[in-house]
Nanobody, 117 residues
Framework: QVQLVESGGGLVQPGGSLRLSCAASGILFSAYDMGWYRQAPGKQRELVAT???????YYPDSVKGRFSISGDNANNTVYLQMISLKPEDTAVYYC???????????WGQGTQVTVSS
């Protein structure tokens, strides 16, 4: 059974930092491309960071320079370090694992991040 379990969300003031974690089980973690997405109320889910199995990363302009994704193959965990948080970063953040070669695409249950004073 595949599980992606996010943690680390919460309430933070503007300008603050959070680190999200996603613990994966039931998959060969090192074979998957991992990503973080977010969805704010009334908006579509959007990509915030990806890391390929080769270690290449991608960030959209909205978070570039503020968010950093990293993976720990030894612990089957992917992290999202977020700094200089803004109110517009408020959303539910979801972990994603993709292995397109075999059409596998898994999602976590999400963790709420609220940026507010």
């Amino acid at each position: 059974q595949v599980q992606l379990v996010e943690s680390g969300g919460g309430l933070v003031q503007p300008g603050g930092s959070l680190r999200l974690s996603c613990a994966a089980s039931g998959i060969l973690f090192s074979a998957y491309d991992m990503g973080w997405y977010r969805q704010a109320p009334g908006k579509q889910r959007e990509l915030v960071a990806t890391i390929t199995r080769a270690g290449s990363t991608y960030y959209p302009d909205s978070v570039k320079g503020r968010f950093s994704i990293s993976g720990d193959n030894a612990n089957n965990t992917v992290y999202l370090q977020m700094i200089s948080l803004k109110p517009e970063d408020t959303a539910v953040y979801y972990c994603n694992a993709k292995l397109l070669m075999i059409k596998r695409d898994y999602w976590g249950q999400g963790t709420q991040v609220t940026v507010s004073s």
